[in-house]
């Protein structure tokens, strides 16, 4: 029914102790974790045996203005002392927990039961860095909230809890997943006080861990809404309420995957001045499903796409990372999407500019590798197209010692004297291109690729031999305004997908 761990361990690097005590139920799953304050990412766990290092609990200090997050933060430099007395039942829990902080000084004693209709809170803490005492008492039942949670044994490891104190600033959360949902089924507060972040969501355990309900209240400045995933509708049925206190901008929509093909749910996010946005068509939408998110970090730009294999040959997924300042891109496009099989990543490392691609050779001909280390300042490239590409085979190298302009092409025999690359070396000013045409294609398919040191004409296209010389896809890279205009693959009988 249970087991008993002591855990005692001293960390050697800035000097800790850890003192640990628990009990559970059933297969408990618990990670302890110690993150110093010198080096703010540095961090040490201890896993229970009998975790299989998956659960964990966190706590978030108010003082870090809700930001530093994961696994209790010790902000000791000479040490910590813990010590955790947990008590987990079915219908309760019973938690201690005392510790105190070399470096700013802090005593937090939490006391914890929770039952079916609610719980009772005491959480008393000293922080020394301004100096402060805090008595928090909630009683939470259907009318109330509570801003604590505990990680449950039941859930096999999944189950987790944060704390996020109010005072953080608007990302104040507490969130408790339950064990009967083995181990996805979560709850979430976030305060009203928030500054319009203010969310509570719930997902129920009939749901299989996908239903769910959120509460954003009206005091979060137009973004108030209110969604339920009911259980019968196998996490996908929601209904939504979008405020008109929005001003015309947020807003989230669900369109149910009865409506044939334009099932959607979008997103507008309040910190992207009304650009950043993420959106979602289901697969049952007959080749059209997409998901998008647009970061905010990246002033509306950042944006990672999936388009599922079942959308017949439009299959493809991207990421622009926001340390790329909105170029960096990565994306794939899956073999079973008949021939226009292809992945590419560009590494943030590289500006932007670095890529590498994959066409795998069942796209019957189409099957091409590129590689542009980063090294060579974003030039570097060799490609192959695999001999199974029926007579287009061909592989081009350029080397990065030769600062971009050593390059070797061969062009087959098998392809009966039609198939050829060409490169033109980034010295042309913004005119570098590289250009193949396909025998398939009756001398009219043909890919072109103008590098983004061409302020702002950097285009790559794609005109696939079943399309009779039509069907295109480009992307122009941002360079000359710093946006990004992306168009995915126009197809002779699909749609353009709008980002």
């Known amino acids: 029914m249970g087991s008993l761990h002591f855990v005692t361990y001293c960390q050697s690097l800035m000097g800790s102790l850890y003192l640990v005590i628990y009990y559970y139920m059933s297969n408990g799953i618990t990670m302890i974790c110690d993150i110093l304050t010198k080096s703010v990412i540095t961090t040490s766990c201890d896993i229970l045996p009998k975790s299989n290092g998956i659960t964990t609990s966190c706590d978030i200090l108010p003082k870090f203005n809700g930001i530093t997050t994961s696994c209790d933060i010790l902000p000791s430099l000479m040490g910590s002392l813990h010590l955790v007395i947990y008590y987990q039942s079915l219908m309760g829990s019973l938690h201690l927990v005392i510790y105190y902080q070399g470096l700013m000084g802090s005593l937090r004693l939490v006391i914890y039961c929770q039952s079916l209709m609610g719980s009772l809170h005491l959480v008393i803490y000293y922080q020394s860095l301004t100096g402060s005492l805090h008595l928090v008492i909630y009683y939470q039942s259907l009318m109330g909230s509570l801003a604590s949670c ?296 043909t890919s072109c690729d103008i590098l983004p040191k061409s302020n702002g004409i950097t285009t790559s296209c794609d005109i696939l031999p079943k399309s009779n010389g039509i069907t295109t896809s480009c992307d122009i890279l941002p360079s000359l305004m710093g946006s990004l205009h992306l168009v995915i693959d126009i197809l002779p009988k699909s749609y353009i997908l709008p980002l």
């Open 150 to 445: 505990d990680i449950l044994p039941e859930s096999n490891g999944i189950t987790t809890s944060c704390d996020i104190l109010p005072e953080s600033n608007g990302i104040t959360t507490s969130c408790d997943i339950l064990p009967e949902s083995n181990g996805v089924t979560t709850s979430c507060d976030i305060l009203p006080k928030s500054n319009g972040i203010t969310t509570s969501c719930d997902i129920l355990p009939e749901s299989n861990g996908i239903t769910t309900s959120c509460d954003i209240l009206p005091e979060s400045n137009g973004i108030t809404t209110s969604c339920d995933i009911l259980p019968e509708s196998n996490g996908i049925t929601t209904s939504c309420d979008i405020l008109p206190k929005s001003n015309g901008i947020t807003t989230s929509c669900d369109i149910l995957p009865g409506s044939n093909g334009i099932t959607t749910s979008c997103d507008i996010l309040p910190e992207s001045n009304g650009i950043t946005t993420s959106c979602d068509i289901l697969p049952e939408s007959n080749g059209i499903t997409t998901s998008c998110d647009i970061l905010p970090e990246s002033n509306g730009t950042t944006t990672s796409c999936d388009i599922l294999p079942e959308s017949n040959g439009i299959t493809t997924s991207c990421d622009i990372l926001p340390e790329s300042n909105g170029t960096t891109t990565s994306c794939d496009i899956l073999q079973k999407s008949n021939g226009i099989t292809t992945s590419c990543d560009i590494l943030p490392e590289s500006n932007g500019i670095t890529t590498s691609c994959d066409i795998l050779p069942e796209s019957n001909g189409i099957t091409t590798s590129c590689d542009i280390l980063p090294e060579s300042n974003g030039i570097t490239t060799s490609c192959d197209i695999l001999p199974k590409s029926n007579g287009i085979t061909t592989s081009c190298d350029i080397l990065p010692e030769s600062n971009g302009i050593t390059t070797s092409c061969d062009i087959l025999p098998e392809s009966n004297g039609i198939t050829t690359s060409c490169d033109i070396l980034p010295k042309a000013n913004g005119i570098t291109t590289s250009c193949d045409i396909l025998p398939k294609s009756n001398g009219t398919t």
